[in-house]
């Protein structure tokens, strides 16, 4: 049982006063205090307002580390508590101190109302130490707002000692993320609680003997509210990674509509994120939002095959248009948040002149990102997001080839055994003395090669998690080469604007010129790198899992799709 708390409902419907319902419904309760049924009386009944709100990252990052952070309205200003997640064995970091008991819980005063925190902009302290490593470069956001009216009821013994309150609440539950973005349905609830008995330090048995009368008294015990309860109210799935692409797929299952099912699941995933682009929350949302763009419109030019007619490819030439409004963004957002890596271990003076480059960049980006922010509203961009949902909903046969028919763990299979061996290739192909644009080609392969597998994984038994693994090594050093090379670029042209725009000293050019000696280092660091990584890729074991894994049903879907041509 519950110490803290326990609901009840009365044996009437009767509403009113904690006090009158009371009286109505236990007859001895509010006598004298020497009744030996009900021996407290009922003191001076209050009404109370009190406002809540749980912030969290987007990706949940601090519940699934087991912590919930709570702020709370108190008086005229405001309170934090840090305190573990029910259930959980939360995370003990703490910023690197002395290790202590991961189940502590922290408070702490904050100087205001703001529901919105990027973890530099945490105030100092105990919960910050705590929440900075778990929420990264992830802003704080609030997940769930708690609004509670009700009166309260304190019953009291012989001594006038409160020993009981008793609290009747309505609580207005409300998403601010959902609220803030669009009416949708489930943004906000209402929900009248039970009366609430709860106890006071001290006191626990009076709370027991209380629960006891009213239930020899017809009342019927209901559970209490609990936040898991309220995000549920609000069809919300705390510790739920809303960028994690987990599909359910039948392996026999027809290709052209579980790619229509693929398609669906980045489309959720581009319109959930598209909110906290424009708000700009944090620069993960348009990250995110940019993945779900290029695996859709990977999966389109991979799964060609399923579809005909010129509106499917109408829809490729404007997801590519789409990619093209996040691009520059992105490319400032990633040069803002590396600098500060690339420039360790540089002179002094020089990391001075390149904070001058910083600010610049700052500034920007957030030019850029205005642009960008007035193109994601357009109509144009508007109804393609509607246009392609609903265009996958429909799913005509008209809009498919026969080979949408075929089961989809052969159509993908097929198309992932191509690619993979086509990497092979080029790959071995290589040599030191290769243009960088070799390894770009592999690099772009490498990763449609990725999101084939990562989005069919659900049609192929557990050991294509183990060829994702391998091929994730190689792609990590693709991509690690790629983006040296690229930031190079970016680099020194947004030092020469800054020049050109009297943003900075000529000096600034010098610095930077000190920083692409790095990026170049690390750059060709990566290409040396390749040949051992790729050795570790192609591997006797490693084709062979692959092969034992793609080759035998990609031999299927080509006879499949002979047949189905034929007849």
Not at 321 to 339: A, C, E, F, I, N
Not at 359 to 387: F, G, I, P, W
Not at 535 to 550: G, K, M, N, P, Y
């Amino acid at each position: 049982m519950n110490l803290e708390s326990l609901a009840f409902s009365p044996p009437s419907s009767e509403t009113g006063s904690i006090g009158s319902r009371l009286a109505e419904a236990l007859p001895g309760a509010g006598n004298a205090t020497g009744d030996r049924n009900f021996p407290w009386a009922a003191g001076k009944e209050t009404k109370f307002a009190q406002q809540r709100v749980y912030l969290d990252s987007f990706d949940w990052r601090l519940w699934r580390a087991g912590w919930i952070l709570e702020t709370v309205q108190a008086g005229n200003g405001w309170q934090w508590r840090l305190f573990p997640r029910p259930g959980a064995s939360p995370s003990s970091s703490n910023g690197g101190k002395k290790k202590e008991n991961p189940y502590q819980e922290f408070r702490g005063r904050l100087n205001s109302s703001r529901k919105q925190y990027a973890a530099e902009h945490l105030p100092d302290g105990p919960i910050a130490d705590r929440i900075r490593p778990l929420i990264g470069i992830r802003a704080l956001l609030p997940r769930l707002e708690l609004d509670i009216q009700g009166r309260e009821l304190p019953l009291v013994d012989g001594r006038q000692k409160t020993v009981v309150r008793l609290r009747q609440q309505r609580r207005h539950l409300r998403n601010p993320l959902w609220a803030a973005a669009a009416e949708q349905a489930g943004a906000e609830v209402t929900l009248e609680d039970p009366l609430l008995l709860k106890s006071v330090r001290g006191f626990e048995k009076p709370l027991r003997q209380v629960a006891a009368y009213f239930t020899e008294n017809g009342w019927q015990t209901q559970p209490t509210s609990t936040l898991l309860s309220d995000f549920e109210a609000l069809e919300l799935e705390p510790g739920q990674d809303p960028a994690r692409y987990v599909l359910t797929i039948d392996p026999e299952a027809p290709a052209g509509q579980v790619t229509r099912d693929v398609f669906l699941t980045l489309l959720d995933n581009m319109e959930s994120c598209l909110d906290g682009c424009l708000a700009g929350w944090d620069t993960e949302f348009l990250h995110d939002f940019r993945v779900a763009i290029r695996r859709t419109r990977s999966i389109q030019g991979q799964m060609r095959l399923l579809f005909q007619g010129p509106t499917y490819d109408r829809f490729r030439q404007s997801f590519r248009w789409l990619g093209g409004l996040t691009g520059p963004t992105r490319d400032l957002d990633v040069l803002h948040l590396k600098l500060a890596g690339y420039q360790a271990g540089l002179p002094v003076a020089v990391q001075q002149s390149l904070g001058d480059l910083d600010r610049y960049l700052e500034r920007h980006e957030a030019q850029v990102r205005r642009k960008m922010v007035r193109s994601l509203r357009t109509q144009r961009a508007q109804r393609l997001l509607l246009d392609w949902r609903t265009w996958l909903l429909a799913g005509t046969e008209s809009q498919q080839t026969v080979a949408a028919e075929v089961p989809v763990s052969q159509i993908a299979a097929a198309r992932i055994w191509k690619i993979y061996r086509r990497v092979l290739k080029k790959g071995k192909a290589l040599t030191p003395q290769s243009p960088a644009e070799g390894l770009h080609e592999v690099r772009l392969d490498c990763k449609k090669l990725r999101y084939l597998m990562e989005m069919y994984r659900g049609a192929f038994p557990g050991s294509i998690r183990r060829c994702i693994r391998v091929l994730k090594g190689l792609q990590d050093n693709l991509g690690d080469f790629n983006d040296y090379e690229v930031h190079q670029v970016l680099f020194r042209a947004e030092a020469l604007q800054a020049v050109e725009k009297k943003a900075a000293s000529e000096q600034i050019l010098l610095a930077v010129g000190r920083l692409l000696e790095v990026l170049d280092q690390r750059q060709q660091g990566e290409r040396e790198a390749f040949a051992g990584r790729f050795r570790e890729f192609a591997t006797d074991d490693h084709q062979r899992w692959f092969r034992d894994l793609f080759r035998r049903p990609a031999k299927q879907a080509e006879k499949a799709l002979e047949a189905a041509h034929r007849a």
